[in-house]
Structures are given as C-alpha cells and as structure tokens.
C-alpha cells in the first residue's frame, strides 16, 4: 500500500481519507507484520529498524498538546526485519540495522488508522532521497518475497508535497491546477501500468517540481510499487486533498495474477 500520512493533525482528524483507509485494511486478512517505510527517515543507505518495542516519536512541533500524549504501542518484528536484510543483501543493496529509533509520524500515524489496535507487529525502513525512485523502486522489488511471507509493505508520504505552498494556500477556494493535475497523470500512468513514466516522473508529470520540490514524500510510494511484482494491479483506496496542497490519495497494489478480495498486499 501507499497511503498518506498528511500534517500531524491526520491523527486528530483524519476525516474521509482516515475512514477509507480503516475501511479498506478491515477487508484484508489481518498480516503477519507490516513493514513501513516512511519518508520522515533519510539515510545515507537502507536502514532497517530492528526494535523489539519501538517508541512512538513526535517529530514536530507547534501542534495542539493532544498529539503529543498520542503513544502507539507496538511490539516490532525483528525476525520479519532480519528477514529483510537477507533479501535486500542478496539483492546487492548494502543495509545498516538501527536498534533505537522509534516510529516517527510518518510511521505511526498511518498505522494507528490501519491497525488501532496496535496488535500487528512493526519494523521500519528508510528512504535514501538522493537514489531516487528506481533506487526505491528495485528496493520494493527486492522486498516482494516479505508478501508470500504475510508482511504487509505500506509506503507513507504524500503523492503532492509542497509545504512551501501551505501558508500560502490557506483560505483558498480550491488547489491550484498542479495538484489535481499530478494526480490524474499518476491514476493514468498505474491504469495504464506504465512504470518506466513514474519513474521518469520529475520529467514527464504536469506540476512535478511543484507538487515535489523534493522527493523524500513520494519515495515511499515506489518501494510499495515495487513490492507489488513486475504486473501490478493498482487499486484506488482513497482520492482528495487536503490544506489545498496536500493529495490524501491512497492506493493498493497487488500482483497481477491475483483476485483482487482479501490477502495481504
């Protein structure tokens, strides 16, 4: 899955996106253990957390103090993440392992929707903005054998993220042209299951470099693509937008060669 984990205040009020995606996990059989890779984590290479009771971490400030009592109390998957290593190894990715951080809010606020119960275990992954989406992309790929394995992979970002925008855009009628334009080329290029144009997307979408000064947030959107196989069969779990600036849209993705009803992504 790619889902969004918006402004902090998701947590607090998740609105139509938040229900969405409580709905749509509450179709699927329950995982093994979920693997998050959020964009809030930037490493030089892909790092693992391996944390048998990650913490929850409030990496932001200025929010209302109810977000700061928010805890997810998890237990990790350091089996299921030592069995990510191997396959990222053997892949030919170098791994580091981190055994202290927590879950940021990229991580937890996401999960806290899916899964509020807090009952599946949780390991992590970061994200290495400057490789870029087919660094991300082959990283998916090396991760798809976690599926047979019952590890559900959820890439957290936003599919537009221009923070630049966000006091800017405040009171607004409505989301300037670019960000309802980058949506509608992403929907087309997985309907058309065409990934070498989302690869090449700062180049080839409408509204790219605004809807991504930066690509930290929509990197994690390519390792949940590339987990899903070589044939992908995109499914539409949630289209908005948020504070004018910010696309909510959450997808699924599955293999090519599967029904679409229940299992693990």
């Known amino acids: 899955m790619f889902v969004p984990h918006g402004a902090p205040t998701f947590a607090l009020q998740p609105g139509e996106a938040g229900v969405a995606m409580t709905h749509f996990v509450r179709g699927l059989a329950k995982p093994r253990a979920v693997l998050v890779v ?21 990496d932001f400030y200025g929010f209302p103090a109810a977000l700061y009592a928010i805890r997810y109390s998890v237990a990790g998957a350091v089996s299921e993440a030592m069995d990510a290593r191997a396959l990222l190894e053997e892949a030919g990715f170098a791994v580091a392992l981190d055994t202290r951080r927590g ?15 807090a009952d599946v275990p949780v390991f992590t992954l970061s994200v290495q903005p400057h490789l870029g989406p087919e660094h991300h992309y082959r990283l998916g790929q090396a991760l798809a054998p976690l599926r047979a394995a019952g590890v559900l992979v959820i890439g957290s970002g936003n599919l537009t993220h221009n923070l630049g925008h966000f006091h800017q855009l405040r009171g607004a009628d409505k989301p300037p042209a670019y960000v309802g334009a980058f949506q509608d080329w992403v929907h ?26 930066t690509d930290e947030h929509l990197l994690p959107f390519y390792v949940a693509l590339g987990a899903a196989g070589h044939q992908v069969e995109t499914q539409v779990v949630y289209r908005g937008v948020e504070h004018n600036m910010l696309a909510m849209d959450a997808y699924a993705f599955w293999p090519g060669d599967r029904n679409l009803r229940g299992g693990v992504a």
């Open 38 to 58: 959020s964009a809030h984590w930037e490493t030089a290479v892909p790092t693992l957390g391996v944390v048998p009771r990650p913490e929850t971490m409030h």
């Open 103 to 117: 879950l940021d809010h990229g991580a937890w606020i996401p999960l806290r929707l899916l899964y509020p119960e």
């Open 188 to 213: 087309a290029r997985l309907d058309e299951g065409d990934i070498d144009a989302l690869l090449a997307y700062r180049q080839q979408a409408p509204g790219a470099v605004e809807a991504h000064p």
